[in-house]
């Protein structure tokens, strides 16, 4: 099963937006989206929230940040 597809980035969803589609809740009401099909709103996950924040940061940087900052993230001590 594919994960979900990546292939655009240029609209992140709010960090409170539905785990399923992004969208927030007042805007939300039902929608379609696979793989889960019609859903409610439904609060994202501590990690989804931390993703999108990640992600509307990683944005607004410039490439070259970009660069620095996940450098920085993979980095682990070596001692
Ligand atoms: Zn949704």
């Known amino acids: 099963m594919t994960d979900q597809q990546n292939g655009s980035d240029q ?13 927030e809740a007042r805007e939300h009401a039902q929608r379609w989206k696979p793989p889960v099909g019609w859903h409610k709103w439904e609060p994202p996950t501590l990690e989804q929230r931390k993703e999108r924040m990640l992600a509307r940061r990683r944005r607004r940087a410039s490439t070259s940040d970009t660069r620095s900052a996940l450098r920085v993230l993979t980095l682990r001590p070596a001692f």
């Open 11 to 23: 609209r992140i969803p709010t960090p409170n937006g539905c785990r399923w589609c992004g969208l």
